[in-house]
């Protein structure tokens, strides 16, 4: 939604090149991880996911890659194109009250410039 | 096929007055959520449910209210605002119970409390 990139990292790419969004997640034992891309003025959009026991998971022009040694999730953008500006979450899962709830982390915004 | 629907799209209270957030989705989905999103803080759950007859609280409960008396709604209520529940809120929904599947969002509702 409006104001959202307000105080986030930002990652500024020119179009064509390739790019790379981290996240750190905090619970090891989350078992199940997204990342959603959210526009401006749009609700958050499902674009991969990965479990727990695979390392790497590709989609189209987009991978992502867990490391649960160190607790870290990469999205790789392949060619990205101005379409592809907006704010990027990766969110984990975690039991609650014995149903899972997903919890976000706090977004980094892509600009891409033509 | 409409997905998920939130009303109103936007909303102006003052403080102390009540509200209800409509949330409605067409999928036969049985998880459905409901999260705020602030700038620079990513989205945080704040009540989610399993199904019909079944609510439970996520990380930010507190002056909001749920129930979910059908599979295709579920309606959030503002008891009494404050301005610290400025924010905009997406309802958010999935088909199976432990979010092993996409979540998919409404285009959210935006409340400014004076």
């Known amino acids: 939604g409006e104001n959202v990139g307000l105080h986030l990292p930002t990652l500024s790419v020119q179009e064509g090149d390739n790019s790379i969004i981290n996240c750190a997640y905090s619970?090891?034992?989350?078992?199940?991880f997204i990342w959603y891309k959210q526009e401006s003025g749009k609700g958050p959009q499902f674009i991969i996911d990965?479990?727990?026991?695979?390392d790497k998971r590709q989609g189209q022009r987009v991978t992502v890659l867990l490391n649960k040694t160190v607790k870290h999730l990469s999205l790789q953008i392949a060619a990205t194109q101005p379409g592809d500006s907006a704010v990027y979450f990766c969110?984990?899962?975690?039991?609650?009250?014995?149903?899972?709830?997903?919890?976000f982390g706090k977004g980094t915004m892509l600009l891409v410039s033509p | 096929n409409a997905g998920v629907t939130q009303t109103p799209k936007f909303q102006v209270l003052k403080t102390g007055q009540s509200m209800t957030l409509q949330c409605a989705q067409d999928?036969?989905?049985?998880?459905m959520s409901w999260y705020r999103q602030d700038p620079g803080m990513g989205l945080r759950l704040i009540h989610y449910?399993?199904?019909?007859?079944?609510?439970d609280q996520g990380e930010v409960p507190n002056g909001y209210n749920v129930s979910r008396s059908t599979t295709e709604d579920f309606p959030l209520r503002l008891l009494s605002a404050a301005p610290s529940q400025t924010s905009v809120y997406f309802c958010?929904?999935?088909?199976?119970?432990?979010?092993?599947?996409?979540?998919?969002f409404g285009e959210g509702s935006r409340l400014t409390v004076l």
């Open positions: 958010a929904s999935t088909k199976r119970r432990g979010l092993t599947g996409e979540l998919f």
């Open positions: 619970n090891s034992a989350s078992d199940y």
């Open positions: 999928m036969n989905h049985e998880y």
């Open positions: 449910s399993v199904g019909a007859g079944i609510t």
């Open positions: 969110a984990e899962t975690r039991l609650n009250s014995g149903y899972s709830t997903l919890t």
């Open positions: 990965i479990r727990s026991n695979m």
